[in-house]
């Protein structure tokens, strides 16, 4: 019997038979093409992958062709892959790094905007956290602070005067 008729046999010893007579053959050619480092690698998913296929991979007409066809499309999935995780990771971290640009941005908005408010005079700012911050209407501001609803619509008209011109800088 030849090698073809030894692999070409159907029986048990087919993919046992295959990977006698072409395991170094098929090492040989992937440590050219791909490295040694990769090549062994390739070299058993290929028999892993012929021997999930079930009794077609023991009936092969051109078994090298096969083989290295096999073994080629095992690199070419690998790298495939590789590039869609690397592609991943480089989104990932390109993500994270406009999340964090934002979040100084973020900080540095609420910083400067704490110094406007803190600059204010203390009446203007009164009003003006009345009305921003715990969300309060004219009416009840004057009832809270003691004053008219003309005087808390004056005293809101400076503050927000004061947060335009101290915010011109950064326009």
Not at 25 to 34: D, E, G, I, P, V
Not at 105 to 118: F, G, R
Request: one cysteine or more; a positive charge.
């Amino acid at each position: 019997m030849g090698q073809r008729d030894d692999v070409e046999d159907g029986g048990s010893r087919g993919l046992g038979a295959l990977y006698r007579t072409y395991a170094d053959w098929l090492l040989r050619r992937l440590k050219l093409r791909f490295g040694s480092e990769a090549a062994e690698d390739l070299a058993q998913e290929t028999y892993l992958r012929l021997a999930r296929s079930g009794p077609q991979a023991e009936v092969l007409v051109h078994p090298k062709a096969y083989l290295m066809r096999v073994a080629v499309n095992l690199a070419q999935d690998q790298a495939l892959y590789e590039h869609r995780h690397v592609r991943g990771a480089a989104l990932a971290q390109e993500s994270l790094g406009q999340a964090t640009q934002v979040e100084v941005a973020s900080q540095v908005e609420t910083l400067v905007l704490k110094d406007i408010i803190l600059s204010m005079p203390k009446p203007y700012r009164a009003v003006f956290l009345l009305a921003r911050m715990e969300g309060m209407t004219y009416d009840e501001i004057g009832q809270t602070l003691g004053l008219s609803v003309k005087t808390v619509e004056w005293r809101m008209a400076r503050a927000l005067r004061h947060c335009s011109q101290q915010l011109r800088p950064y326009r």
